[in-house]
Structures are given as structure tokens and as C-alpha cells.
């Protein structure tokens, strides 16, 4: 069965994304699991068996998209937000063989709190974007009603549907 979800979630904090300036690609990223302990991961959030930290979520997502071949940027600025201000994105993906970008922006509660709050102005600020942009949410501690709404004013998947909607966006 191999190494155990802790393990797993270690390596996966452990892991620093960001080793140089410019993008990142598959081959260079140093990765800190397989693809088969990713999906192991990725299920384990899913079923509710494992509790992340934002920053692991920030990690899986990265990985994911990494594991279908693209290249990335660690946590970016990329145009302007709804108040002109510099905006920053968790990540940026690119296919090198057609340079299609996509900026994603990860968004994980697990216990009640303020994110949930935060999702009109995450939507807003997509709409801003000079590239196409997607939010992935994840955890269970979101306000009914929330995802739903998420959904519908926006380009938005979760963890467990990620690695889809990824294949599906860049056509791969």
C-alpha cells in the first residue's frame, strides 16, 4: 500500500513549489508523490479522511495539474484587482506545446469561518483576470448555500474533480 496518508500530507507540506523564477516544469518540479498516492490523497479529501492546511491544498492542486504534464508559477501577480490593485494568484498554469494559460486560485475551509466570505470578491476579481481563471475549493466547512452560488457566478471545481476539469480546459 505504500506510505501512509500522514506521510503523504507531510510530504506534501514539505514540498516547496517554488524553486526558481519562471515557469516550472514537470521534469524540474522536484514532486513529492506519485500519481497514484495523489489520487489517494485527492480521494482521502474527497471521503472526509483527512484535514488540510491551506497551504497543503495550495500544494495538491499544484500537483494535480503538474501530474497532467503542464508547467506552472508559484503564486504570481497577474493583472489587477476590482480595486486596481496588483493581484496575486496562487498559481498559473501553461501547456507548453499550445502556451494556453489558466490562473487558478485555491480556496479550502474546513471548519466555519470567513473564507466562504471572501468567495464574491475571489469571483470579482476572476472576472478581472487577462487570462481565463478558475477557483478550486476544498474541505467541508462551508456555508450552505455557498458552493452552489460559487458555481454559478463562476469558473469553479473541486479537488476531486480538478484533475478533469483540467484535462478537459486544456484540451489534454
Given at each position: ?58 500544494r ?28 496575486k ?68 471545481t ?15
Open positions: 500500500m505504500g506510505r501512509s496518508l500522514e506521510k503523504l500530507l507531510l510530504a506534501v507540506a514539505e514540498w516547496e513549489p517554488r524553486q526558481k523564477d519562471g515557469w516550472i516544469a514537470r521534469d524540474a518540479a522536484n514532486l513529492p508523490v506519485s500519481v497514484e498516492e495523489l489520487e489517494r490523497l485527492v480521494t482521502a479529501d474527497a471521503e472526509n479522511k483527512t484535514t488540510l492546511a491551506a497551504s497543503q491544498f495550495e495538491l492542486v499544484c500537483l494535480v495539474a503538474v501530474l497532467q504534464g503542464l508547467d506552472y508559477k508559484w503564486q504570481c501577480y497577474i493583472g489587477k484587482t476590482v480595486y486596481g490593485k496588483r493581484r494568484v496562487d498559481l498559473v498554469l501553461k501547456q507548453s506545446a499550445t502556451g494556453a494559460r489558466l490562473a487558478v486560485e485555491c480556496k479550502y475551509q474546513d471548519t466555519s469561518g470567513t473564507a466562504d466570505e471572501k468567495l464574491p470578491y475571489a469571483v470579482l476579481n476572476q472576472r478581472t483576470l487577462p487570462i481565463p481563471g478558475v477557483i478550486v475549493y476544498g474541505g467541508h466547512g462551508w456555508s450552505d448555500g455557498c458552493i452552489p452560488w460559487l458555481c454559478a457566478n463562476s469558473q469553479a473541486d479537488l476531486n474533480n480538478w484533475a478533469d476539469w483540467v484535462r478537459f480546459f486544456f484540451g489534454i
